[in-house]
């Protein structure tokens, strides 16, 4: 450390995912990088988020393993629901030291919100109150967060701390409470003072770890935490400083884009798909797919982003060889001659999807994404990939994609969006 | 605890995933639900699942916290990378009390591994040979897995316990390592005597949690620990029973289903997906969609699966009106009198694509996916479906799904996967 008093450490804040089908693997968790990323950008330094099972001495546990590590916050996710298995409330009012009451308030309010369906489903009765009065139940003292499904949130107060917030498991109800969790006065108490960090991002195509490693290593990075992840073909630089380094952090951001300039994607962590929307919609441009192995995911993936109706004309999903040749033109002498998955044919797809939707860009993919139909020259993970614009532009490329069936189609999807990217000329790096 | 003297604990295990880019929520992570379930496959039971960013502290505070919840195994992902902030080997052989030594067999084989790549790149030299030699770092004793990247795993034996295995971050090198791992002398020394679990599982559609409690409610649930998961319109619900409580597992499998069997999909865990591919083959019918809201997303769920080509004639993302007109044959005097959302014109992208693709089912998707877009009579989330099938059925649904953009998107496709099964006549359930 060479400026040790110019630096300050961020509050600690944990993360605590509950729920059996969680532990189990039954299910992904979706809860954990949104409240992360929440939680970081507000001026937290998120140390460990922790799944633990419905089981009240796992999470007992969890909250005490949280607490040994220095958390001031912990939010929890999940077990707010009606059955014997949800023991969230029940666990951090243990914890607080506080008994769970009725909230009469948030009963009829349960009720209120469910009687229609309970009405229309026939589910009316005594199982759907026991379920109702369970969740109206809430520590002495707590913060009431109003329910954005049926079960309320939680803010409760241990004494010494930490602050815990208590929020319902599925995703689009943790993501509606969140606000008023943010807006609740014991958490506006702790916020007060915490700067929102000043965090720096790099993306590069292509770029291996150890070269970013390389360059660091002849540079100053104290009070800067930098992390590289590599996410298929794309290398994500994370640059975090602590309060007071962000002239290094500024000085290390600039420092890695001088020595790797040449593939950057974005130095302000913009994504590919950002860039391409954003590209297209400067361009005033249209795309058009023609799909094989990727089997609409390009397409899905273009229309993921609100707005997409201006730039995405359609794309066909042209699977077996009839469909390529009715569907987009693809003529049957030329799949015969060169194969279904060929650089041919890829340029066919492209143009056929521009030519049929009318489109500005068009994109074709043909390949084997396994685990059968490889052959010695086009073994699985062969792909043909061809972007072609009105301006005139046609751009080829063929490579053999690690991986199995999922990551194939994957990095396919990955490799066109690059094509795209290119293609609208909005990539700043020079390869 | 009816029988306690018939029912054994099965051995605990934890997962230790490393990352500042897990922890800060700058990606999610593949592969705890993958390894807990494995792990849980194997007859352990999986108690935390713990997340921590690259740092020394944290990482050793997560394997001193499950040594505290009385793991006998520990699986980590993560950290064994060529840069400074991967730092496993070097914090479990602390934990272990042993010295990391060059191991010269594992760094000849990374480079030889590297040669080509390194060549061809123009990135051999001092940077790489660092790297190289980092990974090459193991454990004194440690049992060394082959690397499926450039990263050996390690299997790591603390006196006293837990073991601890050690695996790369990237999911497609962790996956192909795991048979080593399970194969290494003392993760068998280990298993020997821990019995695979007989899991049961049950797959309800439109099926509240609340019934399943209710029902639960008058059984004797001793030894089996039941967990329900509602996924977007689907019930999973999980009975794990200890060894010597199987026969109570059954016997409440067999009540639930006879209280609640005329909203099953399936009795044995199968997925939607699995039973929508396995009845379209059966019948030797394909598939062909028209998608506007969904934009390909539910034929790229349709190809996810290995062998698809025998049952997905293609599909068209028609996200225009022309586009619908043009490629599916939408009638564009519907579209004007109907909208472009409109059951008619469901019924006519099913239509179209069953015909354009020489399909036997056809489906038709059209919606409000928002965030804009919307009106009174057809709000955000409203979409309309339809499957029409060569023996002359048609199923028609109007929703208004909730949600934002993705939820409504994904709910769509999850809809109109039920709505295949059903029109495939493979049901189980009566409704």
């Known amino acids: 450390m060479a400026e040790p008093s110019s630096e300050i450490e961020r509050p600690r804040a944990g993360i605590l995912l509950t729920g059996s089908e969680l532990v189990t693997g039954a299910i992904s968790d979706a809860n954990g990088p949104w409240l992360a990323r929440e939680l970081g950008a507000l001026g937290f330094d998120v140390v460990h988020t922790v799944i633990a099972g419905d089981r009240p001495d796992d999470l007992r546990a969890s909250l005490d393993f949280l607490v040994t590590e220095g958390c001031v916050l912990i939010v929890t996710s999940g077990g707010l629901g009606p059955t014997a298995d949800d023991l969230t409330a029940e666990v951090v009012a243990e914890f607080a030291g506080v008994e769970l009451v009725l909230d009469e308030e948030v009963r009829s309010h349960i009720e209120a919100r469910i009687a229609g369906w309970a009405r229309r489903s026939g589910f009316a009765g005594p199982a759907l109150d026991a379920a109702t009065r369970k969740q109206a139940m809430v520590p002495v003292g707590a913060t009431v967060l109003p329910p954005t499904g049926t079960a309320p949130g939680l803010v409760v107060e241990r004494p010494g701390g930490p602050l815990v917030v208590v929020l319902p498991g599925p995703p689009r109800e943790l993501r509606g409470m969140w606000p008023s969790a943010v807006a609740a006065a014991p958490v506006r108490a702790l916020l007060d003072g915490v ?20 360059t660091l290593a002849d540079l100053d990075t104290t009070g800067v935490e930098v992390t590289t992840c590599l996410r ?13 380094a962000e002239e290094r952090a500024q000085a290390l951001h600039a420092a890695i884009i ?6 950057l994607i974005s130095a302000d962590g913009s994504t590919t798909d950002e860039l391409v929307a954003k590209a297209l919609l400067d361009r005033g441009w249209t795309v058009a797919t023609g799909e094989s192995c990727t ?16 730039y995405v004309a359609g794309g066909v999903v042209a699977y077996s060889n009839e469909a390529k040749t009715a569907l987009l033109g693809v003529p049957a002498e030329m799949i015969a001659e060169h194969g279904a998955v060929s650089p041919q044919v890829a340029r066919a797809l492209a143009d056929g999807a521009r030519d049929r939707f009318g489109a500005d860009v068009g994109v074709g993919i043909t390949g084997v994404a396994g685990p059968g139909g490889g052959t010695e020259a086009k073994p699985v993970g062969f792909v043909c990939f061809c972007v072609t614009s009105s301006d005139g532009q046609v751009i080829g490329r063929e490579l053999t994609l690690p991986g199995e069936r999922q990551d194939i189609r994957e990095r396919a999807t990955d490799t066109a969006m690059h094509m795209l990217l290119r293609v609208t000329g909005a990539l700043p790096g020079r390869d």
Chains 1, 2 share one sequence.
């Open 232 to 244: 298929r073909s794309e290398l994500e630089v994370d640059l975090r400083p602590r309060p007071g």
């Open 258 to 263: 001088a020595a790797h300039g040449k593939r």
């Open 295 to 310: 089997g609409g995911m390009l397409a899905s993936r273009l229309v993921d982003r609100a707005g997409s109706s201006a």
């Open 195 to 214: 700067a929102a960090p000043q965090e720096l991002h790099l993306r590069f195509y292509g770029t291996p770890e150890s070269e970013i490693a390389h």
